[in-house]
């Protein structure tokens, strides 16, 4: 009796914990956690708003589960499904997509509505990575140029909507994937020399509000109660932290409502003031630790597959980091790229979480496998 207790004990944890990777949990765990004590004090201690971020948690930490469970051979079987269906939603954003703000990013569903374009974060990759492996033994330039337009098509309903800052991200992914798989530095120093011959059309391309965004980050002072008001503050804000930081729930230019966005894209500028340069330097190091990790598992991946899959994923995730600490500090534009973990939302989250499953699902199907 004792001893069949133990073998259903054993095989529970085993469905359980079998496929979690726990450097990475733990990493990110951590991550979470951190985001809700900012978004505590961001938030001005609305407790209904952190209810519903842990309740966005738990969702995303059961996607996360159950990518990490999916029998390793179903990720190459819903590459192209999701990218498929990926494309419609694009396709029915643009033609009854929910316009807000002067964009058309979001569909209803029933009781509920979504990003679909946060999908193609993951939908992109997948397809490259599934499409480059099915040519393996022999990628060509034309593998190259059909995977390109794989990437070109999504992107460019994405960049209609228009959402610049998301079309980056997706558009960053496929480029990853492109590199890893090995493409030819003389290639990409041609596609640099056509995108550097393009600027001035590109340039006209760009909304107004685009183009002001660039200018804005070249001189914030030029409006400094309009365009360039939330780079002036989130900077103010991440400089008045000093070493230790004013302390939770003590931020000035959080408190006193100078700080746009501060649950969602400013959420890092309402950390740096409490939690000051040492805070942000850990908040740097956890960020590293879980990049570090997906490009171990990516470099310990058994097949071209799942190597490009990982390795774009994981780029992708540090892409996602980077352009928001980079826009809250005025390096960057401000593009609309939540600080991942830590904004507020549920579709990015969830995203994020699809990431971390999928990067367990290489980890722990390739360490069964040996065993």
């Keep these: 009796m004792i001893e069949n207790r133990r073998i259903w004990l054993r095989q529970l944890r085993r469905f359980l914990v079998g496929h979690v990777d726990g450097p990475l949990l733990g990493y990110g765990g951590m991550l979470l956690l951190l985001g809700l004590f900012v978004l ?10 952190v209810r519903g971020q842990a309740a966005n948690i738990l969702v995303a930490l059961a996607a996360m589960w159950a990518m990490a469970n999916l029998p390793q051979q179903h990720l190459k079987r819903i590459a192209l499904p999701a990218y498929a269906i990926g494309l419609a939603l694009l396709l029915a954003v643009a033609l009854f ?4 703000n002067g964009a058309r990013r979001w569909l209803h569903i029933g009781v509920t509505r979504i990003q679909p374009s946060e999908l193609m ?8 990575a599934w499409y480059l492996d099915r040519h393996e033994a022999a990628l060509r330039l034309k593998n190259f140029a059909v995977a390109a337009l794989l990437l070109l098509v999504p992107v460019g309903l994405i960049v209609r909507q228009p959402d610049l800052g998301t079309a980056l ?6 480029f990853y994937t492109l590199f890893l ?7 990409l120093a041609g596609l640099a020399g056509a995108m550097a011959a393009a600027a001035p059309l590109l340039w006209s391309a760009l909304h107004d509000y685009q183009r002001q965004r660039i200018l804005t980050l070249l001189d914030p002072t030029q409006d400094p109660l309009g365009a360039g008001y939330h780079i002036i503050q989130s900077t103010i804000a991440v400089g008045s932290g000093g070493w230790f930081g004013k302390g939770w729930l003590r931020g000035t230019q959080t408190h006193l409502d100078f700080l746009p966005e501060r649950s969602t894209d400013f959420i890092f500028a309402v950390f740096a003031e409490e939690f000051g340069l040492l805070g942000s330097l ?3 190091a956890l960020f590293l630790l879980v990049i570090g990790r997906g490009l171990a598992i990516a470099l310990r991946a058994p097949t071209l597959f799942t190597r490009l899959l990982a390795g774009s994923l994981t780029l992708t995730f540090f892409t996602y980091a980077f352009v928001n600490l980079g826009m809250v500090s005025g390096i960057l534009p401000v593009v609309g790229v939540p600080l991942p973990l830590l904004s507020y ?3 990015s989250l969830v995203t994020i979480c699809l990431v971390f499953g999928i990067l367990m699902n290489v980890e722990t199907h390739k360490r069964l496998v040996r065993t």
């Design 97 to 100: 997509g929910e316009v807000s």
């Design 121 to 128: 974060k993951i939908a992109v990759p997948l397809m490259l």
């Design 40 to 49: 505590y004090s961001a938030s001005g201690g609305d407790l209904f708003r």
């Design 181 to 187: 798989a090995g493409i030819g530095w003389r290639i």
């Design 169 to 174: 991200l997706v558009s960053a992914a496929g």
């Design 345 to 347: 939302g549920g579709t």
């Design 282 to 284: 850990l908040l740097l």
